[in-house]
């Protein structure tokens, strides 16, 4: 059994890792760090709680840490529970700057503790079945792939952090960025260079609400946008091959169940976890074929969790290693650094 401490009970601990790591066989959700209020004791009241970090770290059953605060918090939260000998989980993107992700994984390394990043996307339905109709070369050689999130929120929420102009990592680059490239990098690796812009489109927004990022392969662009602005939203995903093309429209149905009112409890979260509606499957129109229907494939973010447990229990490697959670760190890194200098960035250049 893996016992895990969880540090933040904002929305990331709320839908994103506390019911994610209770859904797991082989571990329990042993310690919620709190600092203030009664919404964790409420919604679990069979859970230790705790008001400080030294408080959940008292518990030396306690292996794995999963940091889901705030950003600006990640690097000496994370630091602390290495520093205390336990295996450590660490929300997306990593930390404010690649040196201070770089310094926690030479720190792992160095005290022989695991440390990995959230990069739960990689359990989407949708992009399971992305790499299933890449693997198969249906569309032929690859020459643009694309991937946007959408939303439609007129005003900025009050007094959330990843809207403060002051506040470190925020902004919808450091937010949704890390989600999107991520996927890319699996896909197609580490790009020649990289083209980005971060940007506002609402008046009233103080940090970057959009962006576009534009990955470059020989051959092959990988673009990937969000919008705040959207009403009608584009395709999530669009891939152009010499052989045809997919589009597909509609976000990973887990992220909404995650976020209702009917959060799964337990492990049993039912057959149709995961599951998307066939009208939101995608659609493959090849070169001389009618188009057709591609399912997605089933979503389902503990995975992510199973194989973290796994790892801690030496039976298999992450799935997210340090080495890959860097990568997405830099690319994020010059992305920003390739908006605020307004050019392309080489994949080796330096990140300030």
């Given at each position: 059994?893996v016992?895990?401490g969880?540090?933040?009970?904002?929305?990331s601990?709320?839908?994103?890792h506390?019911?994610?790591?209770?859904?797991v066989?082989g571990?329990?959700?042993?310690?919620i760090?709190e600092?203030?209020g009664?919404?964790?004791?409420e919604?679990?009241?069979?859970?230790r709680?705790?008001?400080?970090?030294?408080?959940?770290?008292e518990?030396k059953?306690?292996?794995?840490?999963?940091v889901a605060?705030?950003?600006?918090?990640?690097?000496e939260?994370?630091?602390t529970?290495?520093?205390?000998?336990?295996?450590?989980?660490?929300d997306k993107p990593?930390?404010?700057?690649?040196?201070?992700?770089?310094?926690?994984?030479?720190?792992?390394?160095?005290?022989?503790?695991?440390i990995?990043?959230?990069?739960?996307?990689?359990?989407?339905g949708?992009?399971?079945a992305?790499?299933?109709?890449?693997?198969?070369g249906?569309?032929g050689?690859?020459?643009?792939?694309?991937c946007?999130?959408?939303?439609?929120?007129?005003?900025p929420k009050?007094?959330?952090?990843?809207?403060?102009?002051?506040?470190?990592g925020?902004?919808?680059l450091?937010?949704?960025?890390p989600?999107?490239i991520?996927q890319?990098?699996?896909?197609?690796g580490?790009?020649?260079a990289?083209?980005?812009s971060?940007?506002?489109e609402?008046e009233?927004?103080?940090?970057d609400?959009?962006?576009?990022?534009?990955?470059?392969?020989?051959?092959?662009?990988?673009?990937?946008?969000?919008?705040?602005?959207?009403?009608?939203?584009?395709?999530h995903?669009?891939?152009?091959g010499?052989?045809?093309?997919?589009?597909?429209?509609g976000?990973d149905?887990?992220?909404?169940?995650?976020r209702?009112?009917?959060?799964?409890e337990?492990?049993?979260?039912?057959?149709?976890?995961?599951e998307?509606?066939?009208?939101?499957?995608?659609?493959?129109?090849?070169?001389?074929?009618?188009?057709?229907?591609?399912?997605?494939?089933r979503?389902?973010?503990r995975g992510?969790?199973?194989?973290?447990?796994?790892?801690?229990?030496?039976k298999?490697?992450?799935e997210?290693?340090?080495e890959q959670a860097?990568r997405?760190?830099?690319a994020?890194?010059?992305?920003h650094?390739?908006s605020?200098?307004?050019?392309?960035?080489e994949?080796?250049?330096?990140?300030d």
């Amino acid at each position: 059994m893996v016992r895990a401490g969880l540090i933040g009970f904002g929305v990331s601990g709320q839908a994103f890792h506390a019911p994610v790591i209770r859904g797991v066989e082989g571990m329990e959700l042993a310690c919620i760090l709190e600092r203030k209020g009664t919404r964790a004791r409420e919604k679990y009241p069979e859970v230790r709680i705790a008001r400080t970090i030294e408080e959940l770290l008292e518990d030396k059953g306690i292996q794995l840490c999963v940091v889901a605060t705030p950003n600006d918090s990640h690097f000496e939260l994370a630091k602390t529970c290495l520093l205390a000998g336990r295996d450590v989980v660490v929300d997306k993107p990593f930390a404010p700057t690649l040196a201070d992700s770089e310094e926690l994984v030479r720190l792992a390394a160095e005290r022989k503790r695991l440390i990995t990043v959230y990069h739960d996307r990689r359990w989407d339905g949708d992009f399971f079945a992305v790499k299933k109709l890449l693997a198969s070369g249906r569309l032929g050689k690859i020459v643009e792939y694309e991937c946007r999130f959408d939303r439609f929120r007129l005003e900025p929420k009050p007094n959330a952090w990843r809207e403060k102009a002051d506040h470190p990592g925020a902004g919808v680059l450091f937010d949704l960025g890390p989600h999107v490239i991520d996927q890319a990098l699996v896909l197609f690796g580490e790009p020649r260079a990289i083209t980005a812009s971060a940007f506002c489109e609402r008046e009233t927004s103080r940090v970057d609400d959009s962006f576009d990022v534009c990955l470059e392969y020989p051959g092959l662009r990988a673009l990937v946008r969000a919008r705040i602005i959207a009403f009608a939203p584009g395709p999530h995903l669009l891939i152009h091959g010499t052989k045809g093309s997919f589009a597909k429209y509609g976000m990973d149905p887990q992220e909404a169940r995650l976020r209702g009112e009917n959060v799964p409890e337990g492990t049993d979260w039912g057959a149709d976890w995961g599951e998307e509606a066939e009208s939101l499957w995608g659609t493959l129109s090849l070169v001389g074929e009618p188009s057709v229907k591609v399912k997605t494939e089933r979503g389902d973010y503990r995975g992510f969790y199973e194989n973290v447990r796994d790892a801690i229990e030496k039976k298999a490697p992450l799935e997210v290693s340090p080495e890959q959670a860097l990568r997405t760190m830099r690319a994020v890194m010059l992305a920003h650094k390739s908006s605020r200098e307004k050019r392309t960035v080489e994949w080796g250049e330096r990140v300030d």
